[in-house]
């Protein structure tokens, strides 16, 4: 079964603290995506990696896959009380077409 | 482009009684999705849609749930009769592209009292 693990689960940071949220899985997926969802609202994506070892940057958001293909990483520079929302990863299901696996979601509070 | 629609936002009813939940997905995305989220976690897929073909419905609870996208355009989701635990948010989505990147609508917050 194909299973993505975020970590940590809750975060709540000051404003212009860096931060990381982790993605990982025993699985290997052929890409992944990041979403932000802020409350009361779908989540929206943020990127999608797609080639092992890929560093992606998004102002602020920097998004890297693992090499091996089973992880990825969202570090956020200087976070903004904006940043606040639940971060999730999503990577496809083998063997299914359009159909995504979602992870277990990171909750991140900036505070101002 | 307009987003994904649904509506309502929110919805209250009572344990047993009936809910419609409506969707209007990114013109010309073929592919629909509903999911269910709970609080703080990520969504879960109830059942995917290629045009009007309910392509994976095998996480829909078919005893009390169910959906159907006419046309391949509009999609309904209705649970009968509602359940204290069915108490989340019943998110649409629709996807485009090589990754499947998907579009979500705001959702709606069901409460079962």
């Known amino acids: 079964t194909q299973l993505l693990e975020q970590s940590p689960q809750f975060l709540s940071i000051q404003e212009g603290e860096n931060l990381t949220v982790y993605c990982n899985s025993s699985?290997?997926?052929?890409?992944l995506q990041w979403y932000r969802q802020e409350p009361g609202e779908g989540p929206v994506l943020l990127v999608t990696v797609v080639t092992g070892g890929e560093v992606k940057k998004l102002k602020r958001l920097t998004f890297q896959f693992g090499d091996a293909r089973k992880d990825s990483s969202l570090h956020i520079t200087a976070a903004q009380p904006g940043d606040t929302g639940l971060y999730l990863c999503a990577g496809p299901y083998r063997g299914a077409t359009n159909k995504l696996i979602f992870g277990t979601g990171t909750l991140l509070a900036v505070q101002p | 482009e307009a987003g994904v629609v649904q509506s309502p936002r929110y919805k209250i009813i009572e344990k047993k009684q009936p809910v419609a939940f409506w969707c209007n997905p990114i013109?010309?995305?073929?592919?629909l999705y509903w999911y269910l989220q709970n609080l703080g976690q990520g969504p879960e897929l109830l059942i995917r849609y290629e045009n009007e073909e309910a392509v994976d419905d095998s996480q829909l609870p078919k005893d009390r749930f169910s959906a159907e996208r006419l046309k391949g355009v509009d999609s309904t989701l209705k649970i009968q009769p509602a359940e204290l635990g069915d108490s989340a948010v019943y998110l649409c989505?629709?996807?485009?592209?090589?990754?499947?990147?998907?579009?979500f609508g705001p959702g709606t917050r069901l409460t079962v009292l």
């Open positions: 013109s010309g995305h073929n592919t």
């Open positions: 699985s290997v997926f052929s890409s």
């Open positions: 989505a629709s996807s485009f592209g090589q990754y499947n990147e998907q579009f």
